[in-house]
């Protein structure tokens, strides 16, 4: 991008003369602290047959299928993994969304939810650092860029150029993860500044955030009123998932900040965070339906039940009335609680579909996982192990007849919905990796305490070597024999850590010395 500064004595402007039109930039002074924009490119790479042996290696006695899906996913990420080039501009080789040849900036970051496990062999956080590098000067980044190229897909004032942000979310995420304090500090700035872009852009007079069909990445769920175009109009409306998410961003941008010691910077974030929460309570809360709902322009709220509402339960938003309201919503099954859990619209919504017709009623993986953590998050775990053993095995068995992950799966029968790519690794990666180390097998990983929360509720023998750890690795795996009323667990590791054991509901945290190999 080539900008030059414009001659005005009152403010900085700054006008990108690289597009055929005028694009004037009010600069961000955030931007000018992104370390992305002068990254120098990084073109390391490793094909799969070079990787397989130092990923992660899942064993669960009695299911073969399961374990041989975990590896084709596998297989199929890292054939996915597409070049940085001085055409596209991007900083790091990077993961494919496997779509239409593009990087999507809400796709990728589920994807890293998958990646992380092999974050010793290659770190997949380069899909996002490229979003990051393509910042504009005023804090804008496109939800879509072209993979060839690396210009945006949309002008940054087109209603559908900004995706769902979940970036701050991820990061936070990761850093759980993998205790990454460093990269915390280069992507505040960064996000900070797209935070305020969508706040000067993308709200509604009201102080409310709006959005669209393609730009939440639900394209076609009938959310809006009849006259407006589902995927492309911003319909006047307040949408509750873009309000949800921006209470998201800014929560978890005040903990990043806190963390790294930039708590002073974050009065705007806990303004707008208390301005949210009273909003979203007050106007998009359903006390008769107990749900979340669009608000309409008349004032009237969409019958329409999206699976984005399940996004409160990732915020300090609810109160536990309205917690279990919301889970009563995911329990029942004239609504989410379908064949395959869950349909990205309740099964008693406008034109919900039994096959998905995408975002009518389609299972997305995504949405998934973002449902199974809210729920580990507000007192669910043995719930979201349920639903997570069932969409896992759903997505199993469909690979087992056509050889390969979807993009989207029928909610009432198992097959992948229609339309859906195949090969969709992809945020389909998710399916037969992280719910089954994370909901199914129970672990959890919090390299930022030096900890593991392993909660033990499968009674088969099961178990992971190699599992990332602070530069390290750990051997975890719950045996059962013939008769045994408690497993035995065995535990390796070469770093000292702390894991926190979950069994039948009590918690019990034993300290683990670098080098120990014991049965606990």
Known sequence: MKYIKCDC?????????????????????????????????????????????????????????????????????????????????????????????????????FMMQFCKYAADVFDFRGTMNNFYSKQHLDGFICREICSDTGAD??????????????????????????GDRERLKRIFPVL????????????NPDGSYWCTGLGSTMDNQPRVPEGFSRRLDSADMVWMDANLLALIDCERLLWIAKEIGRGSETAELEEERVFLREYIRRNLWDEEEGFFFDRWPNGERS??????????????????????????????????????????????????????????????????????????????????????????????????????????????????????????VGWSGLYPITFLLEQIFGMHVLAAER???????????????????????????????????????????DQDFCIELIMNGAPKEIPIKAGTAAYL
């Open 9 to 109: 004595p009152d403010e900085e402007i700054y006008l990108r003369c690289d597009v055929p039109y005028y694009d004037l930039y009010l600069k961000e002074p955030y931007v000018a602290e992104n370390t992305f924009l002068q990254q120098k490119r990084d073109t390391s790479s490793v094909s799969f047959a070079e990787a397989k042996d130092r990923l992660p290696v899942p064993y669960w006695e009695g299911h073969s299928a399961e374990i041989e899906a975990y590896w084709r996913a596998w297989e199929l990420a890292f054939a996915h993994i597409r070049p940085a080039t001085e055409q596209n501009g991007f900083v790091n080789n990077y993961i494919d969304t496997a779509f239409n040849g593009n990087t999507f900036i809400t796709d990728s970051p």
């Open 153 to 178: 897909r949309f002008h940054r004032f087109d209603p559908i150029a900004s995706g769902m942000n979940i970036c701050a979310w991820t990061e936070w995420e990761l850093f759980q993860f993998n």
């Open 192 to 203: 900070m500044a797209y935070h305020r872009w969508l706040k000067k852009y993308h709200r």
């Open 303 to 424: 019958r329409c039940k999206s699976i984005g509402a399940f996004w409160a339960l990732h915020a300090d938003l609810c109160d536990p009335e309205q917690t279990k309201r919301l889970v009563e919503h995911l329990k029942n099954p004239e609504e989410f609680n379908r064949f395959h859990p869950f349909p990205s619209i309740s099964a008693d919504s406008p034109l919900y579909n039994s096959n998905g017709l995408y975002w009518r009623g389609g299972v997305w993986a995504c949405m998934n996982y973002m449902v199974f953590r809210g729920l580990e998050r507000n007192g669910f775990a043995d719930l979201a192990r349920e639903f997570a053993l069932r969409s896992n095995q759903n997505a199993v068995e469909v690979y087992k007849t056509t050889g390969t992950f979807w993009e989207c799966y029928a909610p009432d029968s198992n097959e992948h919905s229609e339309p859906s790519v195949p090969d969709c």
């Open 451 to 493: 900890k593991v929360v392993w909660q033990i509720a499968l009674r088969q023998t099961f178990g992971v070597t190699k599992l990332p750890f602070l530069g390290g690795t750990i051997d975890l795996r719950c045996e059962y024999t013939k008769n045994d009323c408690a497993p035995r667990i065995y535990v390796r590791t």
